[in-house]
Nanobody, 114 residues
Framework: QVQLVESGGGLVQAGGSLRLSCAASRVILGFFTMGWYRQGPGKQRELVASITSGDITNYADSVKGRFTISRGNAKNTVSLQMNSLKPEDTAVYYC????????WGQGTQVTVSS
């Protein structure tokens, strides 16, 4: 069993920055992927960014050059630095970790005002 706790969401003006963090309840051994999905109002959930245990990253085209995903020194943490935020980035952001199965966080709201 793995629990994920997210933090860092909030309200920001367009052009601003936020940093999301996620911590898993235990260190994950072996190969895994951690990352963030988001679901905006009336939209389907979409992958924002992911990082593997080997530090290979992947980004949605819509966030490339603006968002950066990284893993912390503690192997069970992941962060998402979001810069140059746009109103269309408004969504609930969900942390996930994928090993032999997937675990999800409860979600954190990010609201970008124009």
């Amino acid at each position: 069993q793995v629990q994920l706790v997210e933090s860092g969401g909030g309200l920001v003006q367009a052009g601003g920055s936020l940093r999301l963090s996620c911590a898993a309840s235990r260190v994950i051994l072996g190969f895994f992927t951690m990352g963030w999905y988001r679901q905006g109002p009336g939209k389907q959930r979409e992958l924002v960014a992911s990082i593997t245990s080997g530090d290979i990253t992947n980004y949605a085209d819509s966030v490339k050059g603006r968002f950066t995903i990284s893993r912390g020194n503690a192997k069970n943490t992941v962060s998402l630095q979001m810069n140059s935020l746009k109103p269309e980035d408004t969504a609930v952001y969900y942390c996930y970790i994928s090993t032999s199965r997937d675990w999800w966080g409860q979600g954190t709201q990010v609201t970008v005002s124009s």
